[in-house]
């Protein structure tokens, strides 16, 4: 069965805090994405991976950034944690390919004090 | 920016009812896929379609691809709780990274 996996279920960290978001997926998948879900908006695409060390700005990038050194893993950083970026983190992992669905984790709930 | 709008936001009902679920764009999108979301869990893909005026069925739920490929919706039949959910309707672009635009969700309950 597919599996993503996100680090941490629920993560406190304080403003101005470096903060790392990990997942690791298990399906050989070549795209990965980070999105944020909040009460409303749905899912917002913050970034995408096509391929390892290859990255794309989503809709609402700033204030993040994402590395992918290894085709599995796909991480999220805020730089400087700021309060409006308390949210819902969700990483997804897909094939390449039009048309293929995208296999989610279940969600970092992070609260930024 | 491709923008899919999603209605209502939120849905109660009582088990037994009918509902539908409506996806609106004014952009045309080459695959719109649903997927239904539980608490403490990711989304989960329910159906992708692709081609305009396409139906596809899933037990008591029935999703639409508009003609023009700019809208779809998702009908329930006779509505349990074990539909309670959030449900999201995705719209998927012509390149092959796979990036889908989400409506804003459907928050369904269905009352016993």
């Known amino acids: 069965d597919v599996k993503v996996t996100q680090s941490s279920r629920y993560l406190v960290k304080r403003t101005g805090e470096k903060v790392f978001l990990e997942c690791v997926q298990d399906?050989?998948?070549?795209?990965m994405f980070w999105y944020r879900q909040d009460p409303g908006l749905g899912l917002r695409l913050i970034y995408f991976?096509?391929?390892?060390?290859?990255?794309e700005k989503g809709d609402i990038p700033e204030g993040y950034s994402v590395s992918r050194e290894k085709k599995e893993r796909f991480s999220l950083i805020l730089e400087s944690a700021s309060t409006n970026q308390t949210s819902m983190y969700l990483c997804?992992?897909?094939?390449?390919?039009?048309?293929?669905?995208?296999?989610f984790g279940d969600g970092t709930r992070l609260s930024i004090l | 920016t491709q923008l899919l709008e999603q209605s209502p936001q939120f849905l109660s009902i009582q088990e037994g009812e009918n509902l539908t679920v409506y996806c609106n764009s004014s952009?045309?999108?080459?695959?719109l896929q649903w997927y239904r979301q539980e608490p403490g869990e990711g989304p989960v893909l329910l159906v992708t379609?692709?081609?305009?005026?396409e139906v596809k069925k899933l037990k008591r739920l029935t999703f639409q691809f508009g003609d023009a490929r700019k809208d779809s919706s998702l009908h329930i039949t006779a509505a349990q709780p074990g539909d309670t959910g959030l449900y999201l309707c995705?719209?998927?672009?012509?390149?092959?990274?796979?990036?889908?635009?989400f409506g804003q969700g459907t928050i369904l309950t269905v009352h016993p």
């Open positions: 995705a719209g998927g672009g012509s390149t092959s990274y796979g990036k889908l635009t």
């Open positions: 399906m050989d998948h070549e795209n």
């Open positions: 952009s045309v999108f080459s695959s």
């Open positions: 379609v692709v081609t305009g005026g």
């Open positions: 997804a992992s897909s094939e390449r390919g039009v048309r293929q669905p995208q296999h």
């Open positions: 991976s096509y391929d390892v060390k290859m990255k």
